[in-house]
Structure formats: structure tokens, C-alpha cells
């Protein structure tokens, strides 16, 4: 596609409600990367594939957080028992390689935990 | 681990005024990077500058970056309502991929 596209814009999740983000980005694209942004923030890294690798996950909050790229395009980000602190804008980016020539980001998922 | 802060954290100013903004890092930086973020939607990369004491310009918009690279600065000349937005600089310090973003200066123009 000609841009990184994310569904759905927004989410609205009751506490202890699972949630799935999905990422489809830019055709080609090597990279992928998953950021966090809460409100008043820049973006916080959480995790980085390169295909359908996950190389780093280190920015992932808890283990109620899960991401994945099967096929080494579409990705899903994945939240377990959402709880109240989860409430941020999830971004999505994806570039050629590793963000060299910097990166392509998607418009984000709002998620809000009641 | 590398800490980005950028000044001011908001600024509002009418059309037709020219402003700074700046970023600051804790180290040198690799690569730093200028993005634009408008409400609702991700961030847009505006410049990337790499070499000390380079200056970048993008139509109204200059970006310096400091001889030492540990300083940047984005000056808007004659500010547009569609210059309204969050600014964003990155880096990404010792990392390959991995970008580190400052908190970001909100802009307002006022018509």
C-alpha cells in the first residue's frame, strides 16, 4: 500500500479485556517496528522485526504484551488483561532497513481501558 | 541510556511570527532525526542530519545541528496555521534501529 495502515483507530476496552492491533505495512518493507505513546509523550520504543524475526522485544511492558509477524508483513499487537495504564496511542512504522533513511509511521490505534 | 529534552515543551504564537525550538541529548548523537505529528495521526519525518555544524532547510523550516552533536535546533520562519503540530526529534544513539524520542514541543499558530 502507499502508506502504513492500522486498524482499528481507536479501541475501547474494559479492564481485564483482550486486545489484538493490527499493523499492514508499507509493501516491501524489511522492518517493523511497534512504539507506544501516551498522552503529553514521544513515542517509546516496545518491539522491532525484520521479516517475520522479532530481533528485540525489550521495550514490551509486561508479558501480558505480545506481538507477532508470521508471514513477515502484516503484524498483530496483542494485549492480554488490559489494564488502565495500557490507555496510549499504539504506532506502527516500517522502513527498508533499519530506519537508515528513517521511518514510515502509521496514524496509530487510540486505545482507551475503562 | 540516552535522554532527549526539547524546549519549550509548548509554544503558541500567532501567524507570520518565526520561532525556535530545540532538542538536547545526554550523548552524541548518531543520527538525529526532526519529525512533525499532527493531531490524530503518526509522526512524519521532516529531516535527518548527521554531520556536526550541518544546516538543512526545508522551504520555511531550518534544522542546525551542533558542532559538539549534541544539540539541534528547528527554526520556523514566518509560521503558517499548518505548521501547528507536536515536533518530535530522535535518535538512534548506539542503536542500529532502535529510535529514542524526545517529549516534543507542542506548537500552536494562532490565525
Known amino acids: 500500500g502507499a502508506g502504513v495502515s492500522q486498524s482499528p483507530r481507536y479501541k475501547v476496552a474494559k479492564r481485564g479485556q483482550d486486545v489484538a492491533l493490527r499493523c499492514d505495512p508499507i509493501?516491501?518493507?524489511?522492518?517493523l517496528f511497534w512504539y507506544q505513546q501516551a498522552l503529553g509523550q514521544g513515542p517509546e520504543f516496545l518491539t522491532y522485526?525484520?521479516?517475520?524475526?522479532?530481533?528485540?522485544k525489550s521495550g514490551l511492558p509486561s508479558d501480558r504484551f505480545f506481538a507477532e509477524r508470521p508471514e513477515g508483513s502484516v503484524s498483530t499487537l496483542k494485549i492480554q488483561r488490559t489494564q488502565q495504564e495500557d490507555s496510549a496511542v499504539y504506532l506502527c512504522?516500517?522502513?527498508?532497513?533499519?530506519?537508515?533513511?528513517?521511518?514510515?509511521f502509521g496514524s496509530g490505534t487510540r486505545l482507551t481501558v475503562v | 541510556t540516552q535522554l532527549l529534552e526539547q524546549s519549550p515543551q509548548f509554544l503558541s504564537i500567532q501567524e507570520g511570527e518565526n520561532l525556535t525550538v530545540y532538542c538536547n541529548s545526554s550523548?552524541?548523537?548518531?543520527?538525529l532525526q526532526w519529525y512533525r505529528q499532527e493531531p490524530g495521526e503518526g509522526p512524519v519525518l521532516l529531516v535527518t542530519?548527521?554531520?556536526?555544524?550541518e544546516v538543512k532547510k526545508l522551504k520555511r523550516l531550518t534544522f542546525q545541528f551542533g558542532d559538539a552533536r549534541k544539540d539541534s535546533s528547528l527554526h520556523i520562519t514566518a509560521a503558517q496555521t499548518g505548521d501547528t503540530g507536536l515536533y518530535l526529534c530522535?535518535?538512534?544513539?548506539?542503536?542500529?534501529?532502535?529510535?529514542?524520542f524526545g517529549k516534543g514541543t507542542l506548537l500552536t499558530v494562532n490565525p
Open positions: 509493501s516491501g518493507h524489511v522492518s
Open positions: 530522535a535518535d538512534k544513539g548506539g542503536s542500529n534501529y532502535k529510535l529514542t
Open positions: 522485526f525484520q521479516n517475520e524475526a522479532q530481533l528485540d
Open positions: 512504522a516500517s522502513s527498508q532497513r533499519d530506519g537508515v533513511y528513517g521511518y514510515t
Open positions: 550523548s552524541v548523537f548518531s543520527s
Open positions: 542530519v548527521v554531520t556536526g555544524g
